[in-house]
């Protein structure tokens, strides 16, 4: 990801160019240093978190240290998400292995 000198702002390529999708400036393409960048071509749906309430949570890591407020099971799937600022915990997001009730847990 390349930012814009003027504003801060994301730049995106256009041609050999990259241009500045919040006030039109533009600079050079460096070619050689793209292998540095990740776009989201290149990302997986591995990277992907979901918190949606219609999540496939079946098959994600599983937390055994949880009590399910609704059926007493000791067993839950878990997704991370950042929902703070990067210098909080990030929130569990969890779903029962055996009645699917969801709920959140904080750090």
Not at 6 to 24: E, F, I, Q, T, W
Not at 58 to 66: F, L, M, N
Not at 72 to 100: H, I, M, V
């Amino acid at each position: 990801m390349q930012f814009c000198d003027d504003c801060g702002s994301m730049m995106k390529a256009d041609g050999d160019r990259m241009v500045c999708a919040n006030c039109g400036a533009t600079s050079e393409r460096d070619r050689e240093r793209e292998d540095e960048f990740v776009t989201t071509e290149a990302q997986t749906d591995d990277d992907v978190i979901e918190s949606d309430e219609n999540a496939n949570f079946e098959g994600k890591p599983k937390a055994t240290d949880i009590v399910c407020d609704e059926c007493g099971n000791q067993e839950a799937w878990y997704t991370l998400k950042q929902t703070a600022s990067a210098d909080e915990p990030p929130t569990r997001f969890f779903k029962c292995t055996e009645c699917g009730h969801r709920w959140r847990g904080y750090n």
